[in-house]
C-alpha cells in the first residue's frame, strides 16, 4: 500500500497571501497519478485538481499543481477567505487508492 | 451534471449489517465507476473499494475486504454499499463518489453511527 504524507500539518497564513502544500508518496508513482481535494467542515471533498495539475471544473485559477515521481505540491495564490479548509492529496497509481492525511489551512 | 444522493443517517448494533445507496441524478453512472470512501470523525479519508457497473466488477481495499460488498445496478443508477459485522470503529460519514480514479463528484455522506 502507498502511503501519502502531507505536510505542513497545519498551514496558518492570512488572506492575500500564497500557501504552498506538499504531499509525497511511499514510492515514485509519477505526478500523472495524484489528486487534490479541499473540504470544508461539515462539507464533502471536492476535487480540485487530477493528474497532479489539471483543475477540475470552476475550480480558480488561483489553485495550481505540479510536481513529479513522489512530491507533489498544491499552490494558492491570492488567499481568499473560502479557501481556509482542509487539503488532502490522494494517489490512484496502485489500490487501494490512498489519501494523505490533509493540511489544515488556518486564517492566521 | 450529474450528481449523487445518498440514503440518510443509521444508526445500527454492533455485529449487524448497513446498506447505504448512492443515487445519480442529472445522468448515468452506467459508463463511471463508483467509489466508496469513509471519513471517521475528525479523522481523514479511507478508500473503501469501487465498483464498474458496465463490467459488474468491484475491488476493495485490504482493510475492508471480506466485510464490505459494493455493488451498482445500472437501470436505476444506483450504487450500493453494504459493510457486515459492524464494530464502534465503523462510525463514520460514508461517501460516494464518481470516477475510479480522481473523484468527481462526491455524495453529501450519510452518517452511520454504531452503538449498542
Redesign the interface.
Given at each position: 500500500e502507498i502511503v501519502l504524507t502531507q505536510s505542513p500539518g497545519t498551514l496558518s497564513l492570512s488572506p492575500g497571501e500564497r500557501a504552498t502544500l506538499s504531499c509525497r508518496a511511499s514510492q515514485s508513482i509519477g505526478s500523472s497519478y495524484f489528486a487534490w481535494y479541499q473540504q470544508k467542515p461539515g462539507q464533502a471533498p471536492r476535487l480540485l485538481i487530477f493528474g497532479a495539475a489539471t483543475r477540475a471544473t470552476g475550480v480558480p485559477d488561483r489553485f495550481s499543481g505540479s510536481g513529479s515521481g513522489a512530491d507533489v505540491t498544491l499552490t494558492i495564490n491570492r488567499l481568499e477567505p473560502e479557501d481556509f479548509a482542509v487539503y488532502y492529496c490522494q494517489q490512484y497509481f496502485s489500490t487501494p487508492y490512498t489519501f494523505g492525511p490533509g493540511t489544515k489551512l488556518e486564517i492566521k | 451534471q450529474v450528481q449523487l444522493v445518498q440514503s440518510g443517517s443509521e444508526v445500527k448494533k454492533p455485529g449487524s449489517s448497513v446498506k447505504v445507496s448512492c443515487k445519480a441524478s442529472g445522468g448515468s453512472i452506467s459508463n463511471s465507476a463508483i467509489?466508496w470512501?469513509r471519513q471517521v470523525p475528525g479523522q481523514?479519508?479511507?478508500?473503501m473499494?469501487r465498483v464498474i457497473p458496465l463490467l459488474g466488477t468491484a475491488?476493495y481495499?485490504?482493510?475492508f475486504q471480506g466485510r464490505v460488498t459494493i455493488t451498482a445496478d445500472r437501470s436505476t443508477s444506483i450504487a450500493y454499499m453494504e459493510l457486515s459485522n459492524l464494530r464502534s470503529d465503523d462510525t463514520a460519514v460514508y461517501?460516494c463518489a464518481r470516477y475510479?480514479?480522481?473523484?468527481?463528484?462526491?455524495?453529501?455522506?450519510t452518517l452511520v453511527t454504531v452503538s449498542s
Open positions: - | 467509489t470512501v481523514g479519508l479511507e478508500w473499494g475491488n481495499g485490504p482493510k461517501y475510479a480514479n480522481w473523484l468527481d463528484p462526491w455524495g453529501q455522506g
